[in-house]
Structure formats: structure tokens, C-alpha cells
């Protein structure tokens, strides 16, 4: 049996702001044009994006952009193998960039339950970016650990997690659940052309750290005003409470809709989706942010 310690509360303070605090000798940036915001009722976001349930009642949910995913990874691998990266840290930088992306489209989710619950007309600001980014690299900095599944562990629900290759049995006392390596629909998203990596979850342990600093350094997250890690003066110490109190729920796989207490009843982890065509906001017809 593999047990994991529960990760306590994560600060989430306004002014407060996400940086790698390690060196690292990865040199490389992303290509991809990190443009994103709230574009004809869709929370748009360069690798994924989130069509909130307030407008889009048929079809919400999250949805990964596969063409930029798979041209961005890539490119990023290709990075890393041609200045010598460690196996560990390539394989830890792998996992914690579609946990990365899937986390941040999460606090979207968990932001439109939180507004609607208060009454707030308004389910997105510009903020917002830069909150659930913070939130998404401090978690898993927190969790020690760049594979989502840790991230069961916030609702204090889960009493067993055991990894079989590729899936993971998650034992709560709702029941057990047998989740994908990585998670749904990522296997979808092909990366031809590199030597399959075997990944030792004990083994990438220590390089998570690391992982999030690659990850920093080739999205551009420094001098990036949007997505940026930090969380703006602009929210209420109040408001970011409700906040973390919704994500940890919302954060459980196909079980967040039994435990908090939400305006859509039904999984957010049920209404994920690959999008096989977008490749930016000018596709919906709109400016993204500058």
C-alpha cells in the first residue's frame, strides 16, 4: 500500500505570488502565444479552456486544445533531451504539465461556483489567470508530487491510494475508484518520435521542484501580465477562502459533486474533452488579451 501525507492548507493571500525558488539549467521557450480570456462566454486559455455551465448548459466543461498541446510538449521534449535533462526531471516535467493545465481549468470551475453561489453576475475577471495558475503550480509544489492524484488527498476523503501501472485505484469511503494514467482523454494526445520514458513515481519525487521551474521558465511565466502566478489585490481574504474550501472538493474526481455543494449537479471530471481543431481565440472570432 502506498500512503501519502496530507498536504495542509496552501497560503492564498492577494499580493502573493508563485516563483521556482530553484535553479535550473533548462534554457528554452515556449513558442506557443500564451493569449487568453473571456471570449463569447468561453474561459479561454492557449492549451485548454473552460466552458462554464452558467452559459453553456449542453456542452461545459473543460476542453484540451490537442493541436497546441501536442506541438508544445513536444517542442518541450525536444528541449530537454538535447540539453541533457535527467530522466527523473524529464519524467516529472511530463507528468506535471498536463496536471499543471488540468488544475488551472479546475479553478475556473471552482471560481463560477463560488460567484454563483454569492450571486455574482459576473463568473470571470482577468484575475482570475494569474490566481488559478498560483493556485496550480502551489499545489502540486505542495503535494511533492507532479501526478495529479495526490490532489484526492485536499477533501480528506481518501484513505487509500495504490498505483498499478497505468491507472490508480483511489479508495474512499464513498467507494473505489480506478482512474487512467494520467487522467481522462489524455491518452488521446499523442507524442511520436521520443523513447517512451518509464516513469518511477517514487523516483521523480525529489525533481518536482525542478519540473515546475522547466515549466516556469518555457511558458514565460516572469514576464507574462496575464498569466502570471500571483494573486491579485483585487480579491477579498473572504473570497479566496470560499475559493480554497470549493477547489478542494472540486478537485475529486467524479465525486465533487456529492461533496460541495455547488449550482451544477453533475462532475466536472465527467465533462472533459479533447478539441481536436482550435488553435486560438481568432477561431471564436475574438482579440485575446494583450
Not at 496552501?10 to 480570456?37: A, C, H, Q
Not at 471560481?111 to 494569474?130: A, F, P, S, T
Not at 473505489?176 to 518511477?200: A, R
Request: hydrophobic content about 35%.
Amino acid at each position: 500500500m502506498r500512503t501519502i501525507d496530507l498536504p495542509g492548507e496552501i497560503p492564498l493571500k492577494p499580493g502573493m505570488e508563485w516563483e521556482p525558488g530553484t535553479r535550473t539549467r533548462f534554457d528554452g521557450r515556449s513558442s506557443v502565444k500564451w493569449r487568453g480570456g473571456h471570449c463569447k462566454d468561453v474561459v479561454y486559455d492557449v492549451l485548454a479552456y473552460y466552458k462554464p455551465y452558467t452559459s453553456n448548459a449542453r456542452d461545459w466543461g473543460i476542453y484540451y486544445v490537442a493541436p497546441n498541446i501536442t506541438d508544445d510538449l513536444n517542442e518541450l521534449i525536444e528541449k530537454m533531451y538535447r540539453q541533457g535533462i535527467n530522466r527523473n526531471t524529464m519524467s516529472a516535467t511530463i507528468l506535471a504539465y498536463p496536471s499543471l493545465i488540468t488544475i488551472h481549468e479546475v479553478c475556473h470551475h471552482a471560481l463560477e461556483n463560488v460567484r454563483r453561489k454569492l450571486g455574482i453576475g459576473k463568473i470571470y475577471e482577468r484575475d482570475d489567470e494569474g490566481l488559478c495558475e498560483y493556485t496550480a503550480f502551489k499545489l502540486i509544489e505542495e503535494s511533492g508530487n507532479a501526478y495529479l492524484a495526490p490532489m484526492f488527498v485536499l477533501s480528506n476523503d481518501v484513505l487509500e491510494i495504490h498505483y498499478h501501472g497505468d491507472h490508480v485505484h483511489v479508495i474512499t469511503r464513498f467507494g473505489d475508484y480506478v482512474l487512467p494514467v494520467l487522467y481522462p482523454l489524455w491518452h488521446h494526445i499523442y507524442f511520436p518520435g521520443y523513447p517512451i520514458l518509464e516513469i518511477n513515481m517514487n523516483g521523480i519525487k525529489n525533481n518536482v521542484k525542478e519540473a515546475l521551474a522547466i515549466l516556469y521558465k518555457w511558458w514565460g511565466r516572469d514576464q507574462d501580465p496575464l498569466y502570471r502566478p500571483r494573486i491579485s489585490s483585487n480579491y477579498s481574504v473572504d473570497f479566496l477562502s470560499r475559493y480554497w474550501l470549493q477547489l478542494r472538493g472540486d478537485l475529486v474526481p467524479y465525486m465533487d459533486h456529492v461533496l460541495t455543494n455547488k449550482p451544477v449537479n453533475e462532475s466536472l471530471w465527467l465533462r472533459m474533452r479533447i478539441d481536436e481543431e482550435e488553435k486560438s481565440m481568432r477561431v471564436l472570432g475574438c482579440d485575446p488579451y494583450e
